[in-house]
T-cell receptor, first 113, second 118 residues
Framework: SQTIHQWPATLVQPVGSPLSLECTVE??????LYWYRQAAGRGLQLLFY??????ISSEVPQNLSASRPQDRQFILSSKKLLLSDSGFYLC????????????FGPGTRLTVT | AQKITQTQPGMFVQEKEAVTLDCTYD???????LFWYKQPSSGEMIFLIY??????QNATEGRYSLNFQKARKSANLVISASQLGDSAMYFC???????????????FGAGTRLAVHP
């Protein structure tokens, strides 16, 4: 069966510091991968998606970037965090075979101070 | 643009009773899909059920069923025989095609917080 991991689970970082969040998927190959952000008490907003190694598309212009160095690894980064980057970050995967369900990881709660 | 509306910020239900969580959507696409996810306090988003716009039967998964009324553009989630573990946030979502390769993203509603009382 497929599993999706994210780390760290929680993170407190000062404004202006760098960020690296990691997501890995097991049990599937060539998945579509997604980064979402959830502000407190709200629904999710798509930040980036990837359909293959090195292929990244951004949905929302912002202070963040994403990379996919391996088939099942997806990284969310920032060079300098802003207070507005605080939130709950969720990675998700879906099959590339026309199945629409997306399956989410446990998430990373980021607080920028 | 597609939009999902969940008008119930919070709902209460007694254990073992059924509850309906409302979801309405807006889209001009002929082909679309609707999802329900559960988010417990731990934060993980758990996929519950999916309904395609061309599916003739309402989707069911165990105690979850989706009451799909296409003309009304509604996709309500029905949870039968509520359990204490059903207490969570519930999100309705719709898939929207992105890019030119047939890929999809999910558009989420604001969510409904369900509390199951013993």
């Amino acid at each position: 069966s497929q599993t999706i991991h994210q780390w760290p689970a929680t993170l407190v970082q000062p404004v202006g510091s760098p960020l690296s969040l990691e997501c890995t998927v097991e049990g599937t190959s060539n998945p579509n991968l997604y980064w979402y952000r959830q502000a407190a008490g709200r629904g999710l907003q798509l930040l980036f998606y990837s359909v293959g190694i090195g292929q990244i598309s951004s949905e929302v212009p912002q202070n963040l970037s994403a990379s996919r160095p391996q088939d099942r690894q997806f990284i969310l980064s920032s060079k300098k965090l802003l207070l507005s980057d605080s939130g709950f970050y969720l990675c998700a995967w879906s099959s590339n075979r026309g199945v629409y369900e997306q399956y989410f990881g446990p998430g990373t709660r980021l607080t920028v101070t | 643009a597609q939009k999902i509306t969940q008008t119930q910020p919070g709902m209460f239900v007694q254990e073992k009773e059924a509850v309906t969580l409302d979801c309405t959507y807006d889209t001009s696409d002929q082909s679309y899909g609707l999802f329900w996810y559960k988010q417990p306090s731990s934060g993980e988003m758990i996929f519950l059920i999916y309904q395609g716009s061309y599916d003739e039967q309402n989707a069911t998964e165990g105690r979850y069923s989706l009451n799909f009324q296409k003309a009304r553009k509604s996709a309500n989630l029905v949870i039968s025989a509520s359990q204490l573990g059903d207490s969570a946030m519930y999100f309705c979502a719709m898939r929207e095609e992105i890019g030119s390769g047939g890929y999809n993203k999910l558009i989420f509603g604001a969510g409904t917080r369900l509390a199951v009382h013993p």
